[in-house]
């Protein structure tokens, strides 16, 4: 993607990756919507702290059974320009829903809940792995 903002006469130091925009945005607009949610459910404080402290058990267990050696495996998959295994995309969304269990509020929990259901993981699979492979390419 670099090159082709370098044929089109964009600054190498302007060009944003798409993936920096996405992360920028769900860092300002994902706790703006957690706290309207929390506000619309209009839960008590002590509610919000045990369901915090609750899903942040569950996240921390689910992220923990797997191997940090996972990420090594997909970096180095990555680099090699190679698309990672269906086994190793399974374990990196099972540890993603487990670190969305640890933040707090509704939306991070009700997705990571989410990738921690084995269908839904199979159907997001692919999707992933095609987006890899458009990116490698």
Aim: proline letters at 6%; zero cysteines; a neutral charge.
């Amino acid at each position: 993607r670099r090159a082709v903002a370098r044929r089109q006469g964009a600054h190498p130091a302007v060009w944003v990756s798409p993936m920096l925009w996405v992360a920028a945005l769900a860092l300002l607009v994902v706790p703006w919507l957690e706290l309207w949610v929390m506000f619309r459910l209009d839960q008590a404080l002590p509610v919000v702290i045990l369901q915090a402290l609750g899903t942040a058990v569950v996240g921390w267990w689910f992220s923990r059974r797997e191997d940090l050696s996972l990420w090594t495996e997909l970096e180095s998959d990555i680099q090699n320009r190679r698309v990672p295994t269906e086994e190793a995309l399974d374990a990196m969304l099972t540890v993603l829903g487990g670190w969305a269990l640890i933040v707090p509020g509704w939306i991070t929990d009700v997705l990571g809940a989410a990738l921690l259901v084995p269908a839904v993981r199979r159907l997001l699979i692919p999707w992933v792995r095609a987006m890899i492979r458009d990116h490698l390419i």
